[in-house]
């Protein structure tokens, strides 16, 4: 069983910026395809961002020219970092590793943009 941390979410003004962070427990950290997803209140689950263990990356549209993925394979994690911060994009971010039939989930970290 792979365990996820996630780290860095706080509130923010419009136009700030945050860095989330994703620790893991896996044995090995590399095969996985790591990613950031959100859910906002009364809405589902949203991709944000994905990169995978080959190195392609894929944005939602929505974030692309603001949000940066990156992960480090020595330190088991994945990195979110979020620029030009809007109302919108207030959810609860979530890591997720996924390898074949396995797919895990942190527990999720509040990200709130308000002034």
């Known amino acids: 069983q792979v365990q996820l941390v996630e780290s860095g979410g706080d509130l923010v003004q419009p136009g700030g910026s945050l860095r989330l962070s994703c620790a893991a427990s896996a044995t090995i950290f590399s095969i996985y395809d790591t990613g950031w997803y959100r859910q906002a209140p009364g809405n589902e689950r949203e991709l944000v961002a994905v990169i995978t263990s080959g190195g392609s990356f894929n944005y939602a549209e929505s974030v692309k020219g603001r949000f940066t993925i990156s992960r480090d394979n020595a330190k088991k994690s994945v990195y979110l970092q979020m620029n030009s911060l809007k109302p919108e994009d207030t959810a609860v971010y979530y890591c997720?590793?996924?390898?074949?039939?396995?797919?895990?989930w942190g527990q999720g970290t509040q990200v709130t943009v308000s002034s």
């Open positions: 997720n590793l996924a390898f074949r039939v396995r797919n895990y």
